[in-house]
Structure formats: structure tokens, C-alpha cells
């Protein structure tokens, strides 16, 4: 499958990563085109499934300082999710998320579950090599996380906590 964009190579993604926490949105950072239109958001999961999901979807945040939901994909509720698998979710039936400016957007995961799935992610980044503002100064945070006990995605990123395991990530 052609991607229009992913935020790291699929090789570099070696990893069973444990990115998700019940409830809580994980999201990715990645570069967007002004006018770009984002039909599909996809992750893949690696050797857990989610074990008795009660809601999980994806969805893309914009690069406001605190980022703003752009759009999201259906509420997937008890849909399972196998291990090794790869979903990829609609933005909407009909109308993608159009990017408005070019620069740096969030793309996001919320699973709430008994068991949430792991992620085919990048290797976990040593806690040391993080600053005190939770990034290798001077880049951005990879990926960060936001929320709690939520069963949907929020309209908002708010008070977000930089994520020491990044998960693979691709839109189309």
C-alpha cells in the first residue's frame, strides 16, 4: 500500500511496543502539506491484541499549542483487533481532513479496553537522554500522550505528556 506520509520508515519500526495505556490518546507527530487531505489513518498492532475493546479510534490533531481535533474516525466500540494486524480508519464516509497550513500535526490513537493492543513502534527512548521537558533538545516531542478514563477522542490535546515509545504510524 502507498502512504502519503508516515512518520518513520517502516524498518525502524522493530519494535512490540507497549504505546497505549486504556483510555488515554497516544498521538504522533508528523509533517503535513498545506491542502492535504487525509482519507485514512492507520496502525498496526503487534503481538498483543486488544482484549475486550470497548471503544478505540484514530484521529488527527492540528498545531495549535494546544492541538484541536480536526477529525476522527467512527468509534470502532467491541470491533476487534487481532495481533500482527493493521487497521486503517476512515476520516469520514465523505469528507477527508483537509490540512490547513503545512507544518507539524498530531495523529492519534485512543483505545479503552480491558487489554490494549501493542504497537508496532520505534525502540523505546532511553528516559536519560530526555530533557527536562521531556524532549532531545532542540526537536519536538515524537510522539506524547493526553487524558484519562476517556472513551472517546477529546476536542483537545490538553496538558500533553511526551511518550518515550513512538508508534508506526501512516496516512493515506
Known sequence: MAYQAHNMRQIEAIANGAALTSGVVTAVGMQFSAGQ???TVNFASATTAAGTPTHWQFGVY???ATPARLGQ???QTTTAWAANTLKGLSMGATTPVVIPKAGWYWVAILVTATTVPTL???TA???GLLSASGIIAPQAALAITSGSAL???PATLAAPATALVV???AVS
Do not use: K, R
Open 37 to 39: 487531505q487525509i482519507h
Open 62 to 64: 492540528s498545531t495549535a
Open 151 to 153: 472513551t472517546a477522542l
Open 120 to 122: 508496532l513502534s520505534a
Open 125 to 127: 527512548i532511553p528516559a
Open 73 to 75: 474516525s467512527t468509534d
Open 167 to 169: 508508534p508506526w504510524c
